[in-house]
C-alpha cells in the first residue's frame, strides 16, 4: 500500500494550476483536445484548478482561440497561471509541461 505522501512525491503528474476564472473550461477543454491520447484530470479546489496529466501536456493558441470565440495571446495564461506541475516551455502558439525524466 501507498501512503497518498507517497503518491504525491512520485509522480509524473504535469499541467496547469489556473486561478478560478474565465479561463479555466477553455483550458481544460483543449488540454483534452489537444492531448486526445492523455487522461485529463480536473481537481477543482475553488480558488484554483489543478488540470494534469501523466508525462507531457501541450496547449495550443489555435484551439484557445477556438474554444474562447476570439484571439488570444498565451501570455493571457501566464496571467491566471497561479502555478504548475512539472517544467514548462512557452511560445507564441504553445505552451508545454513536461518532465524531462520521468520517475
Known amino acids: 500500500m501507498t501512503?497518498?505522501?507517497?503518491?504525491t512525491l512520485n509522480n509524473?503528474?504535469?499541467?496547469p494550476i489556473i486561478r478560478a476564472g474565465d479561463l479555466v473550461d477553455p483550458v481544460i477543454a483543449?488540454?483534452?483536445?489537444?492531448n486526445p491520447?492523455?487522461?485529463i484530470r480536473v481537481e477543482d479546489k475553488r480558488a484554483y484548478v489543478r488540470i494534469e496529466t501523466d508525462g507531457e501536456m501541450i496547449l495550443t493558441r489555435k484551439t484557445l482561440e477556438e474554444q474562447l470565440g476570439r484571439p488570444?495571446?498565451?501570455?493571457?495564461?501566464?496571467?491566471?497561471?497561479?502555478?504548475?506541475?512539472?517544467q514548462i516551455l512557452t511560445d507564441e502558439d504553445h505552451m508545454r509541461f513536461y518532465f524531462s525524466k520521468s520517475l
Open 3 to 7: 501512503s497518498l505522501g507517497d503518491q
Open 12 to 15: 509524473n503528474n504535469v499541467g
Open 30 to 34: 483543449t488540454a483534452e483536445i489537444d
Open 37 to 39: 491520447d492523455k487522461q
Open 72 to 86: 488570444f495571446s498565451m501570455q493571457e495564461l501566464e496571467i491566471d497561471l497561479a502555478s504548475f506541475a512539472g
